[in-house]
């Protein structure tokens, strides 16, 4: 089957560092996703992985290691208005390049 | 601003009413996709179009009929609803993927219109 793991809720101070982790078991594997989604809005587009490494951009930074089924979204410097919930989405291969999603991580971030 | 916009933002329907969902995307993007979202589940993906030709039905009930007349237009007409489909219905837009194409093809949401059958 296919499975994408992530923590239901987390809790973080403002001005921390929070690590929200995903795991995958899918048949293929042709990228993997992180979107961000507020309450009541749209899921925002937050970075995409296909190779090994870390891609840093801004407060944000996304990791990947595909041979662990693993990747990471590292949130510096929290602000009260980080607080959403991140969505992991990994993309499938050949024709089905559909999306596979976890259920969110709800990231509480308080003062 | 995603640039993919949705009306109505909320939706309350009997199970006896046709209503439609209307989405629009202003990104120049060639495939647009209905998602359902309810609580406790991930994301489920209802319908695909690819230049306006749907390459995707992930097994929906027949009361939920997709219409994409151009690229930047897609519709969700919904027909004799249960109250198990009250969720979020979210569209979304991205370049449209080519045999051999190598596009991210990363999918841009609209807000979702909140749906409600009583």
């Known amino acids: 089957g296919q499975n994408i793991d992530q923590p239901t809720e987390m809790t973080a101070t403002e001005g921390a560092i929070v690590q929200i982790n995903c795991t995958y078991q899918t048949s293929g594997f042709n990228g993997l996703f992180w979107y961000q989604q507020h309450a009541g809005e749209a899921p925002t587009f937050l970075s995409y992985?296909?190779l090994d490494g870390l891609e840093e951009k801004g407060r944000f930074s996304s990791f990947l290691s595909r041979s662990k089924g693993y990747s990471y979204l590292l949130l510096k410097e929290l602000q009260m208005k980080d607080s959403a919930s991140y969505l992991c989405a990994v993309r499938g291969v050949g024709n089905n390049r559909k999306l596979i999603w976890g259920l969110g991580t709800s990231l509480a971030v308080n003062p | 601003e995603t640039g993919v916009t949705q009306t109505p933002r909320h939706l309350v329907m009997g199970m006896t009413n046709k209503k439609s969902l209307k989405c629009e995307q202003h990104?120049?993007?060639?495939?647009m996709y209905w998602y359902k979202q309810s609580a406790k589940k991930p994301l489920e993906l209802m319908f695909v179009?690819?230049?306006?030709?749907?390459?995707e039905n992930n097994s929906v009930p027949s009361r939920f009929s997709p219409e994409c007349p151009n690229s930047s237009h897609l519709f969700l007409h919904l027909h004799t609803l249960q109250p198990e489909d009250s969720a979020l219905y979210l569209c979304?837009?991205?370049?449209?993927?080519?045999?051999?194409?190598?596009?991210?093809?990363?999918?841009?949401f609209g807000p979702g219109t909140r749906l409600t059958v009583l």
């Open positions: 990104l120049g993007h060639n495939a």
């Open positions: 992985n296909v």
């Open positions: 179009y690819n230049f306006k030709e749907q390459t």
């Open positions: 979304a837009s991205s370049q449209a993927v080519l045999s051999g194409g190598a596009s991210t093809d990363t999918q841009y």
